[in-house]
């Protein structure tokens, strides 16, 4: 892994934890189907292991157990 340059960190990124959260960093607004906003900011962790009581949002229950999904295999392999 390398470090991100100057430019490379004012740009918007995406983070994937394993076994964990994706981190959105940069100016990011998550919406729901009908447009409302469910949260904006520069930092958003979107759970990917399903347990969250919060979803689409991390609350931490990944830390419960691994992903039981294919997903983290799936994003880690493109
Ligand atoms: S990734 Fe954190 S609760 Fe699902």
């Known amino acids: 892994m390398t470090a991100p340059s100057e430019n490379e960190e004012d740009q918007p990124s995406v983070t994937v934890y394993p076994d964990g959260p994706l981190i959105l960093r940069g100016g990011i607004v ?3 189907v009908n447009g409302v906003v469910l949260s904006s900011g520069q930092v958003v962790a979107l759970c990917r292991c399903g347990r969250s009581a919060t979803k689409p949002f991390c609350d931490s229950s990944h830390k419960r157990g691994v ?3 294919g997903q983290a ?5 493109k």
């Open 67 to 69: 992903l039981d999904s």
């Open 73 to 77: 295999q799936n994003l880690s392999s």
């Open 30 to 32: 998550v919406k729901d």
